[in-house]
């Protein structure tokens, strides 16, 4: 970016937004010439988004935290806390490494190029916060969310509804132009799908290693992708409870299978999603806002059992309450990440 360009009032991870170069390369953050590749947006890689070692911690236990709630996505607090852009990039680093390793031609200088590619100083202490998050609130939330289901959905309804506007902003500040038709389009499917999806009844099985993988490998797809939620993905699949307990029991057995179909999950999907990010960023944005406001339907206050919507029943002013001060939480977080990130950009 020019010196003379005015900064986007873009919110929290403006290295998603950057514009375009005329020259045919550029140069890396880290000073590799990498060449331009065409997008509908923008060209080049992001600039880095400085954090900080205790940010970080923090940061993984907010993702940790919620990931233990149905509804809520971990990716949506990644991107409201300004590391999501920074956690893919890092993934897909860590796929190609893999890959290089196993194919070739030049294995071990191949996977030790795209591990120095990785943000370690963000990915370490985030997972070390997320680790330490899931084995700490795991019971507690558990027991929440099964004695308080009406509070605590009105308080992430209104978490999530105040993120919507993180990726609504990023695309709408994007320097590409107006949006298009196409891309109001395509965020109204994806909210409606999304809609469509999280509707669907809870099931019951038995927690078989061939059940644990598939689903484990689904669910962090939802962890990847703000508005998916990989709890209630694993609440649809019947292996929400029995996941909760094997990791307060420390179950190391189901944990062990469970992080295979996870990291079978990550292979699958980060590289196309960077993808997406790199040469499509606005209309993923758009995709990504419209997926979290169907996902909303999950964290309505009143359901019955089997997911049917209710109208207010009672509880409704602590409802109301509680899902203010979480809409407010995140405004609090965004408003102070952009303020920190423009203190940055200076």
């Known amino acids: 970016m020019r010196s003379s360009d005015p900064l986007p009032p873009t919110f929290l991870i403006e290295e998603s937004i950057i ?21 509908e947006d923008a060209a080049g890689p992001p600039p880095a988004r400085r954090t900080s070692l205790p940010g970080n911690l923090i940061r993984g236990a907010m993702i940790g935290t919620v990931e233990t709630v149905p509804g809520v996505s971990g990716g949506t607090v990644a991107l409201v806390v300004g590391i999501y852009r920074q956690l893919i990039d890092s993934a897909s680093h860590v796929v190609s490494a893999g890959r290089a390793l196993i194919t070739g031609p030049d294995r071990g200088a191949g996977f030790m190029r795209h591990l120095r590619l990785v943000e370690w100083k963000v990915v370490l202490p985030v997972m070390v916060g997320m680790i330490i998050a899931v084995f700490t609130v795991a019971g507690p939330m558990s027991e929440a969310v099964e004695a308080y289901p009406e509070l605590t959905r009105a308080t992430f309804f209104g978490m999530v509804l105040a993120s919507i506007f993180v990726p609504l902003q990023m695309a709408w500040f994007d320097r590409a132009g107006p949006l298009k038709a196409s891309h109001l389009l395509a965020g109204i499917a994806a909210a409606g799908l999304t809609f469509w999806l999280v509707s669907l009844p809870p099931t019951a099985v038995e927690p078989t290693w061939y059940v644990i993988l598939p689903a484990a490998a689904i669910a962090v797809s939802a ?5 998916l939620s990989g ?7 019947g292996l929400y409870e029995p996941t909760l307990r094997a ?4 179950d190391l057995a189901y944990l062990g299978i469970f992080a295979l179909g996870l990291a079978l999950g990550v292979i699958s999907i980060v590289k196309g999603l960077k993808w997406l990010l790199d040469h499509r960023h606005r209309i993923t944005m758009v995709v990504l806002a419209g997926v979290m406001v169907g996902a909303l339907r999950t964290l309505w206050p009143w359901q019955d059992e089997g997911r049917g919507l209710l109208g ?10 509680l899902g203010a001060a979480g809409f407010a939480v995140v405004l609090v977080l965004v408003l102070l990440d952009y303020r920190l990130s423009q203190r940055q950009a200076r």
């Open 231 to 237: 709890s209630f993905l694993l609440l649809t699949f």
């Open 223 to 227: 962890l990847l992708l703000p508005g």
């Open 312 to 321: 207010p029943g009672e509880n409704l002013g602590l409802a109301l309450g």
């Open 19 to 39: 514009p375009a170069e005329s020259s045919a390369s550029q140069t890396s953050p880290r000073g590799d010439a990498a060449p331009s590749v065409a997008r």
């Open 247 to 250: 990791a307060a029991d420390r």
